[in-house]
């Protein structure tokens, strides 16, 4: 659904001028939030490394305190709207729930391009190839940006641990990655560890 101020200048928060994406996109969406006071680190780990909710989109783990001054979490759970049901369902495989807030939302975003580049990875004489899928949006001031998805890199970790038999930080391979993404990318990208 367009925004009547969708590609026009608006007054930004420092009294400067900025200009709305064209490309922006909007879509319904479903915030589920659980108060969580009732569980260990632990096990509250279980919900955060399930695959398995149906229409997961993202989820977020914030820590709190309650009134009685206990620790606590909120989960917050990003589900697409249809999937709702089945979502609650998976989620109270892991916690007992006795009920939950949900806020029906309307995600505005702009919409990137997603493209695969060929990465070499180079380690100790050793060499690994491997395709990742990237997103690159043009950020306001008009440079391109480019992000790899946490699924490709949760990939990539877990076969250069098994085919180069080596240890390296999620983060510092991320790291290594985004280094070779600034500016123009090209089709076969080589990082080395």
């Not at 096990?43 to 606590?72: M, S």
């Not at 946490?150 to 080596?166: F, G, P, Q, T």
């Amino acid at each position: 659904m367009p925004d009547e101020n969708c590609g026009k200048s608006i007054p930004s928060k420092m009294g400067e001028t900025m200009q709305l994406p064209m490309n922006r996109k909007e879509e319904q969406g479903v915030i589920l939030m659980f108060q969580v006071d009732h569980l260990s680190g632990e096990e509250i780990g279980w919900v955060l490394e399930a695959d398995t909710i149906p229409g997961l989109k993202n989820r977020h783990l914030i820590p709190t305190l309650t009134k009685k001054g206990r620790p606590g979490y909120l989960l917050l759970l990003d589900v697409d709207p249809g999937l709702e049901a089945k979502a609650i369902g998976s989620v109270a495989e892991f916690l007992p729930i006795f009920g939950y807030h949900r806020f029906s939302t309307k995600h505005v975003f702009t919409k990137g391009i997603s493209r695969a580049v060929s990465l070499v990875v180079h380690a100790h004489g050793r060499m690994l190839e491997a395709t990742l899928h990237l997103r690159s949006f043009s950020s306001l001031k008009g440079a391109d940006r480019h992000f790899v998805e946490s699924d490709d890199l949760a990939v990539l970790h877990r076969r250069i641990k098994k085919e180069l038999n080596m240890t390296v930080s999620r983060l510092e391979l991320k790291k290594r990655i985004d280094t070779r993404l600034k500016g123009s990318v090209r089709n076969r990208i080589a990082v080395k560890l």
